[in-house]
């Protein structure tokens, strides 16, 4: 048994040992403590950056799906835009030359009215077979009285012939023919080629179109003609001054030559047409229309023959012209700066486009006065296109 000194040192080291114990014991709870902040504080940031990667992929996510919409739009915008340059001829083209079909496969329909003596059918189609990319493609012609073919027409809202018509626009042609093309209500396609003959309109035994002899009047108080004035048939030529084919006609002495052919049954006026040409076009209508009034009715045709008319010089031209002709230059100044023939220009310019449906120049209008049966001539056909109508007109 130990000794109460013993006890007290043993209780001393006893107390030496715990001592180291307890701060041993107190430094570990510290150190647990401080352990334990850092896990909560790590685990914060962790949760934190958990939080910011979880936002920053919702961003990505949601920035790479605007970037598809935003590429899902702009090809949307892309076909768009390509299907309406293909629809260069009508809100219903749709011109796709992507897979071309072989010209064998091709069928092109050229639809004539035998009624129609100045529709360039032959010369249409000749110069179709000639493509190389139509080599080998299948050609039929039909006229408006054969079975179907007006129903036809209707159908597909076609108003003048001659019309062709396509049965496919994939055609590989190099954009020569296909931005041309108009898809019809049947699927196939309507190629434009500025016809202008009328199949529905209103016409006579002999096929040729009906006017009211009020008009055959207006045309007869403002028209200087050539030949026969009681002739039975008149021939009015729209033309501009300015217009390269008017003047080949003119220098061509088409009129001329088709006048020597009906002496007595032909009369033939010229007519301004204003609507088109250069800046000059209207001011030299006039001033022709004031010599007319003065007392010179052949300044359309001198016009032709000398050339005269630009946009510079036109007006000074026509006068000297005129002067050498003894024609009162004072008086045709006079009309010109009073604008009195203005009203007239304006209304035989109106006569051609709204009752004859003149759309260029030349357009020839063809009138039985008696009857008043008329015949549209576009162009700048040889004699023998007039000769030919004029004839048929007659009854010959």
């Not at 909560?40 to 949601?62: G, P, V, W, Y």
């Not at 396609?189 to 003959?197: C, H, M, R, V, W």
């Not at 006017?211 to 004035?229: F, H, L, R, T």
């Not at 220009?345 to 039985?368: C, E, H, Q, W, Y």
Request: glycine share 6%; hydrophobic share 35%; proline share 3%.
């Amino acid at each position: 048994m130990p000794t109460s000194k013993e006890t007290e040192t043993t209780a001393k080291k006893t107390t030496t040992r715990k001592t180291p114990v307890r701060r041993t014991a107190k430094a570990k709870t510290s150190t647990t403590e401080q352990l334990s902040e850092q896990v909560a504080s790590n685990t914060r940031h962790i949760q934190e950056d958990h939080n910011t990667i979880e936002n920053n992929s919702k961003l990505i996510h949601l920035l790479y799906g605007s970037i598809i919409i935003l590429m899902m739009i702009i090809a949307g915008l892309a076909f768009y835009v390509g299907t309406m340059q293909g629809n260069s001829n009508g809100t219903n083209n749709t011109w796709n030359v992507s897979t071309p079909v072989n010209a064998e496969d091709v069928t092109v329909t050229i639809i004539n009215d035998e009624r129609c003596t100045d529709c360039p059918v032959d010369a249409i189609t000749t110069q179709l077979k000639a493509l190389p990319f139509l080599a080998g493609s299948t050609f039929v012609e039909q006229d408006f009285s054969e079975d179907g073919v007006e129903a036809f027409l209707t159908e597909n809202n076609i108003t003048t012939l001659p019309a062709v018509i396509f049965n496919t626009n994939q055609l590989n042609d190099g954009g020569q023919i296909a931005p041309y093309l108009t898809n019809l209500e049947n699927g196939e396609y309507s190629l434009a080629i500025g016809a202008t003959f009328d199949p529905f309109a209103e016409r006579s035994e002999n096929g040729f179109l009906m006017m009211d002899q009020s008009v055959i009047d207006q045309i007869k108080e403002n028209a200087y003609y050539d030949g026969n004035v009681d002739a039975p048939i008149t021939w009015i030529e729209y033309s501009d001054v300015n217009c390269f084919y008017c003047k080949k006609m003119a220098k061509d002495g088409t009129a001329e030559t088709v006048l020597a052919e009906f002496p007595e049954n032909l009369n033939h006026t010229m007519s301004p047409f204003v609507g088109v040409g250069w800046a000059a076009t209207q001011t030299a209508a006039e001033v022709i229309e004031c010599i007319g009034m003065v007392g010179w009715d052949e300044a359309y045709t001198a016009v032709f023959e000398e050339s005269l008319v630009t946009e510079k010089n036109g007006t000074s031209d026509l006068l000297t012209m005129a002067e050498q002709q003894g024609v009162n230059t004072s008086e045709v100044q006079s009309c010109i700066d009073n604008n009195e023939s203005e009203e007239v220009v304006a209304s035989k310019f109106a006569l051609g486009r709204d009752t004859f449906g003149i759309t260029g120049t030349p357009g020839n209008i063809i009138i039985n006065n008696e009857t008043g049966e008329y015949e549209l001539i576009s162009g700048a056909f040889p004699a023998e296109s007039f000769i030919e109508v004029i004839n048929k007109m007659l009854g010959e």
